[in-house]
């Protein structure tokens, strides 16, 4: 099926601890984006990537890296997790660039995430 | 940062009562989005709106772009259970921008 593609769906890391989140599409989109979802906070942006080669920082990027790998993957790097990094974390993807910009984003499952 | 408001912050309704919720902002924007988001799983788009005053429906689903571009409203006619879930508004305020998101309306329908 088409869609946005999250691994893993969940995770348990120590204080300290690197790990990287996989995000796919094969919708063709040019823009990517990470959010990460806290309790009655919506969703927040982390970063995103307008088109392949490029990435920008969003509304809460501290402690976090990515990587547009591809037009199809775009990776989440937590290089040294902490308590506070504990959420929710959703990829989505948009077409974005060259495309009707105002267009809705598409969501995958999310992978939960605890920092002990 | 931009910010969006969403009312109510919870609510617990009767299956085959109507909803009605809103999302407002301080700042004009060009377009509103309505997801839904059930347990579990990524938010899933409901509606698009691009034009001030415009209403659109997807089955029990209605929208409406506020006159003001400040606002959007979202009703639920005659729920049922699977309405359960977090409602989210999401507003771009020019295009090419990021979408912002409000915090959502958690739906609970009670036989």
């Known amino acids: 099926n088409a869609g946005v593609t999250q691994t893993p769906k969940f995770q348990v890391l120590k204080t300290g601890q690197s790990m990287t989140l996989q995000c796919a599409q094969d919708?063709?989109?040019?823009?990517m984006y990470w959010y990460r979802q806290d309790p009655g906070m919506g969703l927040r942006l982390i970063y995103y990537?307008?088109?392949?080669?490029?990435?920008d920082k969003g509304e809460v990027p501290n402690g976090y890296n990515v990587s547009r790998l591809n037009k199809r993957e775009f990776s989440l790097r937590l290089e040294s997790a902490a308590p506070s990094q504990t959420s929710v974390y959703f990829c989505a993807s948009q077409t974005g660039v060259g495309g009707a910009v105002n267009q809705p984003q598409h969501f995958g499952d999310g992978t939960r995430l605890s920092i002990l | 940062g931009q910010q969006l408001n969403q009312s109510p912050q919870s609510m617990f309704i009767q299956e085959g009562e109507d909803v009605s919720m809103n999302c407002t902002s301080s700042s004009i924007f060009n377009t509103w989005l309505w997801y839904k988001q059930d347990p579990g799983e990524g938010p899933v788009l409901l509606i698009a709106l691009y034009k001030a005053g415009e209403l659109t429906s997807n089955g029990r689903l209605t929208a409406q772009f506020g006159i003001t571009r400040k606002d959007s409203f979202l009703n639920i006619s005659a729920s049922i259970p699977s309405d359960v879930g977090i409602y989210f508004c999401a507003g771009q305020r020019n295009y090419g921008q990021n979408f912002v998101f409000g915090p959502g309306t958690r739906l609970s329908v009670l036989p």
């Open positions: 919708m063709n989109h040019n823009s």
């Open positions: 990537s307008a088109s392949e080669g490029t990435t």
